[in-house]
């Protein structure tokens, strides 16, 4: 024990002294490296008791609170935003950049959506027709995506198995007769889309109305076109009674489950997981108060578990007449336990900062100040 050198009470800091060297040029961390020394040896029992650290000890703690700090932050910072921060180049720092949120990434997850609901998305819809052979009832879609050259099978989104549309038997028995109907419907823009009617232009719900007796009928008289497929195995309904074309559309399922990659658009390198968005070590300068006193005190708790693993090789000490016990454990426990309510505190406090947090805050303030213009007796103005 007694060749253990112990601080001397004095410390000089420069560049070099601590062991990644992060901060050494930073004008602020230079000057308080040595009171930040001097503030935990006084908090151990400097000069009272012996404390066996040198200040290269406390340098090194000193560095990793700092960098702890930091990275608590930024941790904080990217959960925050990643969805913003994905696919950005890496190439830039963005430490000190304000972050606006953006719904790019939000506009592409939606996109998967309108693939699967055919309204749009990031993967190519195909049309192709299958040569219907009278009396048979059932065809396998992946047979025929292999006579087409295609790999990996094929995804049906939809068969165009409906009867024609209703639209095209509607029979007008005044069409052609010279009573002028038709060119009175070209007069309302109406002649492209819907047929002459009747002599008098008649409700839009009239023509619905007997749209729909014409579907009614073939559902309820005639056999209805329909369908099952189950594992690409496509069964017709009713039986085919002479050659046919049916149409489909599908998705190559090569293309579109190789969508979920993308390919980097940029040269330098596009941020693909959290580990790579650009945050560096913080700007000591920069840091404020508040986070300089938390700095402190983990500085002083990694500066007591270093002490307790150095006395932790000495159980006892011999003293003039006697032996003295080491404080061990006591130190290693108190490190601990003060190291986790430090990162607890500053986990909390990082997420009462959070967006989300701040507008719920943001509200509340909204109600109760509402709620307290609403006691405010009005002025009852008398000309």
Sequence with gaps: MADIKVWNGYSNFSIGQTPFGFYDTDLQFSVEADKVSKFCATRLGFPLMDVELQSGSFYACFEEAVTTYGNEVFQYKIRENYLSFEGISKGET?????????????????????????????????????????????????????EQGITGSIEVRKVFYEAPPAIQRYFDPYAGTGTGVQSLM????????????????????????????????????????????????????????????????????????????????????????????PYENPIYTDINSVGRDWIYRYTLALSKEVLAYVRGKY??????????????????????????????????MLEQSSREVQLERKAREGDFLKRTLSDVPWTIYVG
């Design 315 to 348: 159980q006892t000490v011999p003293v003039p007449g006697s032996e003295a016990t080491l404080n061990q454990a006591d130190l290693l426990t108190d490190a601990r336990s003060e190291k986790e309510a430090l990162l607890t505190q500053l986990r909390e």
């Design 186 to 277: 070209d007069a309302f823009d109406f002649g492209a889309f819907s047929p002459g009617i009747n002599f008098m232009l008649m409700p839009i719900s009239y023509d619905v109305g007997l749209l729909q007796a014409i579907e009614f009928n073939d559902q309820i008289r005639r056999s209805h076109y329909s369908f099952e497929i189950v594992n690409n195995k496509l069964r017709i309904f009713p039986k085919p009674t002479e050659p046919k074309r049916l149409f489909f559309e599908y998705y190559k399922k090569s293309e579109k489950y190789g969508n979920v990659l993308e390919e980097s658009t940029d040269p330098s390198g596009q941020v693909t997981n959290v580990g790579e968005v």
């Design 94 to 146: 963005i430490n000190g950049k304000i972050v606006n949120p953006s719904l790019q990434k939000i506009v592409s997850i939606a996109e998967n959506y309108g693939t699967e609901a055919m309204v749009g998305g990031t993967t190519d819809r195909y049309k192709g027709h299958l040569n219907l052979t009278a009396s048979v009832q059932d065809y396998d879609l992946d047979a025929w995506a292999q």
